[in-house]
């Protein structure tokens, strides 16, 4: 089992829709989670970081739930630029300075 | 952004030939990393340096050597390239030494190689 899963997707959006899609952890002592976004043949950017108490950044809005190991990211009023690939990251727990890092889903914003 | 970079960009190369990589960096921070990224893999951890000559494996380390000498550069030799490590290579550092610091990683532009 992967220590971070995500759905490949692609997820298909019209523009000006609400996507919302999440990512599992497999370790319960994981302590920061972050969202990463990776357009195509370019450097994976940090989104955002993802709170215990859920936080939001304009249009992104990143939950956690540790009860069922999970950390969500939705995006609102998608624009076209929104099309990339969103990286679930999760710190490696018993070691400080080392990320996890999923394989990422595709969001497809279209016209 | 930070700053971070890579070179060379691209490569192409035999088997069998070694490989160096570099990453430079100027923001002065403790941690760097070498990931891999390929198709249906998130990336993959290959070394990490926690300071100068200060160096580790990451979990798919086999084919690969590192070296740090400066602050500001981490060097990823592969010592007899194959066509297993045709890959898109990234460079992160890491000021998650800094009190109060997020282990947040900024990433350089990748190296695509490309082994025949």
């Known amino acids: 089992r992967k220590e971070v899963e995500q759905d490949p997707g692609p997820f298909n959006v019209p523009e000006g829709a609400t996507v919302a899609f999440n990512c599992t952890y497999s370790?319960?002592?994981?302590?920061?989670f972050f969202w990463y976004r990776q357009d195509c043949r370019k450097e994976p950017k940090l989104l955002m970081s993802v709170y215990s108490s859920g936080n939001e950044d304009g249009r992104f809005t990143a939950q956690l739930n540790r009860a069922s190991q999970y950390i969500s990211l939705l995006i609102r009023d998608s624009k076209l630029s929104d099309s990339a690939t969103y990286l679930c990251v999760v710190n490696i727990a018993d070691s400080w300075g080392k990320l996890q890092f999923g394989a990422g889903t595709q969001v497809v914003v279209t016209p | 952004d930070a700053g971070i970079t890579q070179s060379p960009r691209h490569k192409v190369t035999e088997t069998g030939t070694p490989v160096t990589l570099r990453c430079h960096q100027t923001e002065n921070h403790r941690y760097m990393y070498w990931y891999r990224q390929d198709p249906g893999h998130g990336l993959r951890l290959i070394h990490y340096?926690?300071?100068?000559?200060?160096?580790d494996k990451g979990e798919v380390s086999d084919g690969y050597s590192v070296s740090r000498s400066k602050t500001e550069d981490f060097l990823l030799t592969l010592e007899s390239a194959t066509s297993s490590q045709t890959s898109v290579y990234f460079c992160?550092?890491?000021?998650?030494?800094?009190?109060?610091?997020?282990?947040?990683?900024?990433f350089g532009p990748g190296t695509r190689l490309l082994v025949l």
């Open positions: 370790n319960s002592a994981s302590q920061s």
């Open positions: 992160a550092i890491s000021g998650a030494e800094l009190l109060g610091a997020q282990e947040t990683q900024y």
């Open positions: 340096s926690y300071g100068v000559k200060d160096t």
